[in-house]
């Protein structure tokens, strides 16, 4: 395995970031948590991460904002949403926006260490984790 | 990659323009020659599925239980070479089925009214006038199949995300723009829209197991979580679960099965009448 996956989580429900940062270190990310949008994005201009994974609806900054700020400061950097209000529309503006993949909540750890996964391989740093075939 | 989907009022025409499309972009085309394979798989003539796809239920026709039982089978085998991508569908009501899936490029054929009546006529041997109630006749009768069947009205523009008038757009350019709009990022598969894909999948599979005992039976699937609605009468309802539990466990892809057994309040008012 190569360096380090630097992963920034956003989620305004604190138990998502308790919960998915053990499962994502498992796979060899360096994961941070954050559950204030604004406090991420200033986190976001000060270092350049390799994955974003964002909740879209958030009070204040929404996920689609974020997606677009990271597209626009970094444009290596893989961008995953999370959704517990997934629906055809969103999915396909947060895809024409530029997100790597867009996940509808609730979801296995195994579902997310599974899109890590193929975006850490999109960066070129392949980190191990199965991908099924049924991809 | 996305998924075409293909409808129009005249099948001759969506089907070229389908079959260009899969060609143009290496894609498989699903057409209405899969029919042959799912009759000879449930034993029955291939004619009453192109029947079931192109006719409303009716009492002098095909019933309502055999029409929604057929167009099972059809769903089932369609949705079962979605699940692969890279596929260009027409001819198949699936614009009527597959709704909500993000990678799925909806695409809506249409032509000039006069043009199409000529076309029939040629096509017929038919004169204009006579043509033109035949379309009329066509096009009422597609109408009500796709609000009363599927609740959907197909000639709605807004559930289709392209919509192309050939009697103005040639085959070629139709073809260009279909398979520019394919490659456009939000068209793209994600996570999410495989997962309703394999969803829509497999209770499509299960809907083509239980149609034929439970005609009225509803089912919802999320990752291999399995919801069937019935009706029933009290003192069934029991022995109706666990026959339907049973039924639906052994299909792949099912880890949980719950069911839901509504009371069947007409069955037990005409029994409690006798």
New interface residues.
């Given amino acids: 395995m190569s360096e380090k996956l630097e992963v920034l989580l956003l989620d305004d429900e604190p138990i998502v970031g308790k919960r998915l940062k053990p499962a994502l270190a498992k796979i060899g990310c360096d994961v941070e948590v954050f559950e204030n949008p604004k406090e991420a994005l200033t986190r976001i201009g000060e270092k350049e991460f390799d994955i974003v994974v964002t909740d879209i609806r958030m009070d204040e900054i929404d996920g689609m904002q974020v997606l677009e700020h990271v597209i626009n400061k970094s444009p290596r950097t893989r961008v995953i949403m999370i959704t517990g209000y997934?629906?055809?529309s969103l999915?396909?503006?947060a895809?024409?926006k530029?997100?790597f993949?867009?996940?509808?909540k609730p979801?296995q750890p195994d579902?997310l260490r599974?899109?890590i996964a193929k975006a850490a391989k999109a960066l070129g740093s392949p980190i191990d984790f199965d991908i099924p075939a049924?991809? | 990659m996305p998924i075409i989907i293909f409808s129009s009022d005249s099948y001759q025409k969506s089907s070229e323009l389908a079959k260009k499309t899969a060609e143009t972009l290496g894609y498989k085309y699903v057409g209405r020659e899969i029919l042959g394979s799912v009759a000879a798989k449930y034993n029955i003539p291939e004619a009453k599925l192109t029947k079931a796809l192109d006719e409303a239920p009716s009492f002098f026709g095909m019933s309502t239980k055999e029409w929604k039982q057929n167009l099972a089978y059809i769903r089932e085998a369609v949705l079962g070479e979605m699940l692969a991508d890279n596929v260009v569908c027409c001819g198949l009501a699936a614009h009527l089925y597959v709704l909500?899936?993000?990678h799925v490029l909806r695409v809506r054929i249409i032509e000039d009214p006069e043009e199409r009546v000529r076309k029939v006529a040629e096509q017929g041997h038919i004169t204009l006038e006579k043509a033109k109630k035949l379309v009329q006749r066509i096009d009422k009768q597609r109408k009500r199949r796709s609000i009363e069947c599927f609740k959907k009205n197909e000639t709605d523009p807004s559930m289709y995300d392209m919509m192309i008038n050939t009697s103005q757009i040639d085959s070629e350019e139709a073809v260009g723009m279909v398979t520019t709009a394919a490659g456009?990022?939000?068209?793209?598969p994600?996570?999410?829209?495989?997962?309703c894909m394999?969803d829509m999948e497999l209770e499509g599979r299960l809907l083509a197991v239980l149609l034929k005992d439970y005609p009225e039976v509803r089912v919802q699937a999320r990752d291999g979580a399995v919801v069937v609605e019935i009706k029933a009468l009290k003192r069934e309802k029991n022995k109706k679960a666990s026959a339907i539990k049973e039924l639906v466990g052994k299909i792949s892809g099912v880890h949980y099965v719950e069911v839901h057994v509504i009371n069947d309040i007409f069955r037990q008012a005409a029994e409690s009448g006798r």
């Fill in positions: 997934a629906m055809m999915a396909r503006e895809m024409e530029g997100a993949d867009f996940i509808a979801f579902d599974r899109v049924a991809e | 909500g899936v993000a456009y990022r939000k068209f793209k994600m996570t999410y829209s495989i997962k394999q």
